[in-house]
């Protein structure tokens, strides 16, 4: 039952045809869990809990970074520092005293899966890896809970509802992980700061109308969202039933599905340590930033370096490599070791550098070691 001061914030649902108490009720007896409080749950955990669901768990291990307040809008310049899920859960307690919020400042990982998934009615993913997705979508099968799906990258975002009443599965739009290495996350591609809000507010519709009963849930088809041309479109997905054949989580295999694999002999990339260390031991490296040029006044360089962003050399814009010699060792750096990845193999397919490698982490950790 719905008490007083729950009728009169809920109004406008109580009053809306289709909806109206019985509605509200079950979204106040139904549960949800939001694994990433970033972009993506940001939004979605907003309006999840202004609609009044009972009971909202929150899965997120990071702490908010300067960098996530151009879209992550439930923290503020004060929170810089504090646990996302900590922060998150005080933001939507004083948004709605009437929920229970349960934030678990941890990953979401093999061993709490399971446990995590089966003690709610619906999964909302808002997480950035590809690891992270394949473990949510068998964890769901195998608990036979709705996935509400969300991803985004620069202009473009996807929305599907996964796992809903035998319809298809993450896996049957993406039966196996990309290739290492062959696609950017956002810290690398970037994204526009509204688009995680479109995606994931419209994950929270997807979440309240499974709770509700009411209308259709975007099971069976795949909403692409083009920020920039502000138009949508709709792919029909099929179901394959060998997507459903998960007997239990593997004991290993999703943490190191999509990180940069290790190449023997450092034949690609070199680690920071073995780099730092060939620099003090007085070896001549040529370095070269691929980075976009405001990276380097947020972040800073590794000098001396010559800067070349990604997207000229690969249109053949390379003109401030002339000053290097192909023939000496060179390292290729950017903010956390993918794009210096293709600018590195660039350099050597194309323009014959012999003796280039990646450096692996990038900057980032370049700084975080020293």
């Given at each position: 039952m719905l008490s007083n001061q729950e009728i009169a914030r809920y109004q406008r649902h109580l009053s809306l045809v289709g909806f109206g108490p019985a509605g509200q009720e079950k979204l106040q007896g139904g549960s949800v869990l939001v694994i990433g409080a970033g972009g993506l749950g940001c939004p979605a955990l907003l309006y999840l809990a202004a609609a009044g669901v009972g009971r909202i768990v929150i899965v997120d291990g990071d702490r908010v970074d300067v960098s996530n307040l151009q879209r992550q809008v439930l923290y503020t310049s004060d929170d810089a520092g504090q646990l996302k899920a900590e922060a998150a859960a005080r933001r939507l307690r004083a948004l709605n005293p009437h929920l229970t919020i349960e934030p678990h400042a941890e990953r979401f990982t093999r061993d709490n899966a399971l446990a995590l998934v089966r003690g709610v009615d619906v999964v909302l993913d808002g997480s950035d890896n590809f690891p992270t997705r394949y473990l949510v979508n068998d964890a769901c099968v195998l608990a036979d809970r709705p996935l509400v799906y969300g991803a985004i990258q620069a202009f473009e975002g996807q929305l599907s509802v996964f796992n809903w009443r035998g319809g298809p599965t993450y896996r049957c739009l993406f039966p196996e992980p990309p290739e290492p290495g062959t696609v950017q996350n956002c810290a690398e591609a970037g994204?526009?700061?509204?688009?995680?809000g479109l995606i994931g507010t419209a994950q929270a519709?997807?979440?309240?109308?499974?709770?509700?009963?009411?209308?259709?849930p975007l099971s069976g088809r795949l909403l692409l969202w083009d920020a920039l041309a502000m138009r949508t479109q709709t792919v029909t997905l099929a179901a394959d039933p060998r997507s459903r054949d998960i007997r239990e989580l593997p004991?290993?295999?999703?943490?190191e599905t999509c990180a940069v694999p290790e190449i023997e002999e450092n034949a690609e990339e070199i680690g920071i340590d073995e780099f730092r260390a060939a620099r003090v031991a007085g070896r001549r490296w040529q370095v070269v930033d691929v980075r976009e040029g405001w990276e380097r006044v947020t972040v800073g360089t590794i000098e001396p370096d010559v800067h070349v962003p990604l997207s000229d050399l690969m249109r053949g814009q390379v003109q401030g490599l002339a000053t290097l010699d192909p023939h000496a060792p060179t390292v290729v750096y950017c903010a956390m070791g993918q794009r210096s990845l293709a600018g590195a193999r660039a350099m050597r397919e194309y323009l014959g550098y012999?003796?280039?490698?990646?450096?692996?982490?990038?900057?980032?950790?370049?700084?975080a070691s020293q």
């Open positions: 994204v526009l700061g509204v688009l995680p519709c997807e979440v309240i109308k499974l709770l509700t009963g009411i209308g259709e004991p290993e295999g999703y943490g012999r003796a280039v490698v990646s450096l692996r982490g990038g900057i980032h950790a370049w700084l």
